[in-house]
Every structure is written in structure tokens, then in C-alpha cells.
């Protein structure tokens, strides 16, 4: 808390000369200003408690008064009247003063009035925070997805967010919504309305990573020409959040342990202990776990960070959550992109479901952006949709083995399974191999499979 700031107005020296004396001797900053345009300038800047002449050669003290209120009615004023009219004192109330002082005033009263100013407003602000905190708590609104892993997510995140000082280790595949729920986190904590800064640990070298985390005093190496602050210090109040810790070297690793434990740091070539008031999150898409088996990662550090681990779920295991994601992405695409596309068809939706997103909420996410931007139709088809399935299947889980393979019969499998799958329905079995009618039929055809089925 620094010192509070009292703007005097008033256009005899003596006066602001005199007030000066008596509220700096109480500790207060005190700024002066000689007419009613100085200080709604003084003002704009930022005040705790105004002193304010009612009469003024430019611009009248009770306008003065209303412009202050409109702009920041927390901030008390208090008129100061000639001669202690009651007119003007009533006045001044009523048009929303603090309180009033006559001329020529009593400095004591003055004081007790100021100090009782500061703390109304000091209340005020309060009260205000306290409401902004009520309206805003529930932002995880932000995180589509009902399935029941995500309940069970949100519930999760929304009990350590009530715990504003932990650290928070969230896990999960690429893609899954660490970012997000890192965001989120912050967002519904009481730090909300401090400052939230993130760093990918993998994308700086080691020792500028450092500087940039801890900052440095000047001339703490040869490029350090002035003194810099670092995340830890501009995110004071605040979140930050460390992206991909996993890739943070073991000398770093260590400094961010000290850092944790002892809640406070100092700048390279420093030498004070700045008090850390952050909380930290950190995310990793790799085994965290494997990385301390394998010597990579400092286990001190990983069970300090894993006291509280949110693990998000990859989207194949989120129960329905890809026909939300898809209409939430689906609306989102069409503002964006102003086109009119009312839905995803049956064979599309049965396309998306079956999809095994290993890109996870990001890939589904790419995939409407992709479909809305291109398409000319009302509705979304399988079609809109087929590049999935390229960027998917070969390469990876097909690699075609050393001793090659009887590629009839896995056609063969291949066909019966999605003729299977899609009911005995032709053109949806064709989708779901990426193929189109006449190519499906031919092979129904080749391999005698209408005999046995149902065609559709
Ligand atoms: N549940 C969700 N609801 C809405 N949007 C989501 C959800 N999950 C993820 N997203 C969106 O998907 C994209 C990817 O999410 P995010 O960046 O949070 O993933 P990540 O886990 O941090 O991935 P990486 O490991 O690659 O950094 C973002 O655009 C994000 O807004
Ligand atoms: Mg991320």
C-alpha cells in the first residue's frame, strides 16, 4: 500500500500552501491544483480523496463536483464552502459531495474529514470487488463439454481455483485444453484481477529463459545493459503459467524448485529476495513421471508440482462432447467466417464420432474451421469432412510390415467391417472408408459380400 493521494483545488495560494503543510505532516501525497480544468486533469490520473473549492475561476466547483462523480463516484469529495454557508453546504451534499469544511476552516477538522474520506473509499472499492468477484466466479463456461470426465474436470478445477495459492500441475495429451484450463483456473481464482502471463519453457534457451523468468539487474552479464523485471515480478497478484515445463533444463528446474518452496526469488545478479505473491501453473504433454525414471526431470520438483494435477482427458473419452464441440465450433465459424450453416448430417456426425482425434478438441476444432470456411451447402456431409481421414489412417498405424500383408483379405475385412458398422447402409460404409459409392459396390461385388447382406 502506498501513500494516498489528496488532490487540493483551489485558486488562492495560501489555501493550497496551508492544506499542503497539514495533510503531508499526516502522511498523505498531496497533489495541488488552481482551477477546475487542472483538476479534472489531476483527477483523470488517479486519486484517493478530493479537496475542492466551491467557487473557481474557470469552471463552477458544484460542475466540478458532478464530472468528478460521473467519472469515479468511489473517489470522496469534499467541498470546501466560503463563509460555511448552509445553502452551498446543503447543496454540495445533495449533488453528492462527501462532506463540506467552511472557511476559514479548522485544519484538524480537515484531517479527521480526510481520514474518514479515505476510508469510505477504501470501503467503496472493497464492496466493488467483492461484487465484480460474485458476477464473474462461474468462467468455466468457457470449457464446452458435458460428458461426464468433464464434469468431473470442472468440479476439480473449480475447488483448487478456490485455493488461489497452490501450485498447479495440469496434464494431457496436445490439443485436450490445458491452455484453456490454465485460463480458466486464473480466471475463477481471486487472482482474477491480477495479471496472467504464460512462457513456453522449450521455446527460449536456458539462460534466457531465466532472465526472463526472474528478470536481472544490470550488468548481471554481458548483454544485461539495464536492470529488467522478470514474469515472477510482473505477475505479482497474479498467474503464471510455465507451458511445456517438461522441456525446462535441470539447472532451471532446481531455481524453480528454491522458488516454490521459499515463495520469493531474486533477479540474476541480484541480491534481495523479491516475495513471490504468484500462483504458479504448469502444464506438460509428456509423462512427467517417465521424465523422472529416465533422469530428465527432478522428481523434488515434479511431486512438488503434482500436489495438485488436473489431467485432461483426450476427446475419444469424452463421452458426447464431440457433438457439443462441433456445434459450439460450428456457431463460432459461421460469425466468424458469416456464412449460414445449420448443422452436421447424420453420415458427417457418424464420421466425426468414429474419428479417433488424436489432435484431441484442437484437431475437431481445425476440422469445423476447415469445413465451415470451404463449403457452399446449408448442411455439413461426410464429404466436408474427408480430409480427416487422409491426414489420419496411413503412415502411422498402418505401416505396411517388413514381410508385406494379404492385401485382398484386409480389404476384403476392411469392407465387411464398415458394411457392419454402417448397418448394411452402402454409401455410409463407403464414408466411413473414404470411398465413394460405385467404389464400394465394386467391391461388394468382388468379394461376393451382397449375397450375405442387406444392401441399403
Ligand atoms: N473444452 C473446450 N471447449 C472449447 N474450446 C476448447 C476446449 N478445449 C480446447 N479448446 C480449444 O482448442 C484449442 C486447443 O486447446 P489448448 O491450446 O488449450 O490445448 P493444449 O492442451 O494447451 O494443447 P498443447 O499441448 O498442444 O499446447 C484452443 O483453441 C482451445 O480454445
Ligand atoms: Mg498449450
Known amino acids: 500500500m502506498g501513500k494516498a493521494t489528496i488532490l487540493v483545488v483551489d485558486d488562492e495560494r495560501l489555501i493550497r500552501w496551508s492544506l499542503r503543510q497539514r495533510l503531508e505532516a499526516e502522511g498523505y501525497e498531496v497533489i495541488e491544483a488552481a482551477d477546475g480544468t487542472e483538476a479534472l486533469a489531476c483527477f483523470t490520473r488517479g486519486v484517493d480523496t478530493v479537496l475542492l473549492d466551491y467557487r473557481m475561476p474557470d469552471i463552477d466547483g458544484l460542475e466540478v463536483l458532478q464530472r468528478m462523480r460521473a467519472e469515479d463516484p468511489d473517489v470522496p469529495v469534499v467541498m470546501l464552502t466560503a463563509h460555511g454557508s448552509i445553502e452551498h453546504a446543503v447543496f454540495t451534499m445533495q449533488a453528492g459531495a462527501f462532506h463540506y469544511a467552511g472557511k476559514p476552516f479548522n485544519l484538524d477538522e480537515v484531517a479527521l474529514t480526510v481520514k474518514n474520506a479515505l476510508e469510505t473509499n477504501r470501503l467503496r472499492r472493497e464492496v466493488r470487488a467483492l461484487k465484480a468477484t460474485r458476477e464473474q466466479a462461474p468462467s468455466l463456461a468457457g470449457i464446452v463439454g458435458n460428458s461426464p470426465a468433464m464434469q468431473q474436470l470442472k468440479r476439480l478445477l473449480q475447488r483448487i481455483a478456490q485455493s488461489p495459492g497452490s501450485t498447479v500441475l495440469i496434464t494431457g495429451e496436445s490439443g485436450t485444453g490445458k491452455d484453456l484450463a490454465a485460463r480458466a483456473l486464473h480466471a475463477t481464482s481471486t487472482r482474477k484481477d491480477g495479471p496472467f502471463l504464460n512462457i513456453t519453457c522449450s521455446a527460449l534457451p536456458e539462460n534466457l529463459l531465466e532472465s526472463e523468468l526472474f528478470g536481472h539487474e544490470r550488468g548481471a552479464f554481458t548483454d544485461a545493459k539495464s536492470r529488467k ?62 521424465a523422472v525414471r529416465k533422469g530428465t526431470f527432478r522428481e523434488d520438483l515434479y511431486y512438488r508440482l503434482a500436489v495438485l494435477t488436473v489431467e485432461m482427458p483426450p476427446l475419444r473419452e469424452r463421452e458426447g462432447d464431440v457433438e457439443r464441440l462441433c456445434a459450439f465450433f460450428l456457431q463460432h465459424f459461421c460469425k466468424e467466417f458469416g456464412k449460414q450453416v445449420r448443422g452436421i448430417d447424420r453420415d458427417g456426425l457418424l464420421m466425426l464420432r468414429h474419428h479417433p482425434w488424436p489432435g484431441n478438441v484442437r484437431e475437431l476444432r481445425n476440422a469445423l474451421e476447415r469445413a465451415v470456411l470451404l463449403t457452399d451447402s446449408e448442411m455439413l456431409g461426410a464429404s466436408d469432412f474427408e480430409f480427416l481421414r487422409r491426414g489420419n489412417a496411413p503412415g502411422t498405424a498402418f505401416r505396411l510390415p517388413a514381410e508385406g500383408i494379404d492385401f485382398r483379405a484386409l480389404e476384403q475385412d476392411f469392407v465387411e467391417q464398415a458394411l457392419a458398422r454402417a448397418g448394411g447402409n452402402q454409401t455410409r460404409a463407403a464414408t466411413l472408408l473414404g470411398m465413394n459409392r460405385d467404389q464400394i459396390r465394386y467391391r461388394i461385388e468382388k468379394f461376393g459380400l451382397s449375397r450375405r447382406r442387406s444392401t441399403g
Do not use: C, W, Y
Not at 498467474?239 to 526469488?265: C, H, N, Y
Not at 500462483?279 to 509428456?286: H, K, L, Q, S, Y
Open 229 to 290: 523485471q522478470g514474469l515472477f515480478e510482473h505477475a505479482i497478484g497474479g498467474t503464471i503459467f510455465l507451458d511445456e515445463i517438461g522441456e525446462m533444463s535441470p539447472s532451471l528446474q532446481a531455481k524453480l524448485l528454491r522458488v516454490l518452496e521459499s515463495k520469493s526469488f531474486r533477479r540474476v545478479g541480484g541480491a534481495v529476495d523479491i516475495r513471490a505473491d504468484v500462483r504458479v501453473i504448469a502444464a506438460t504433454n509428456v509423462d512427467l513421471r517417465e
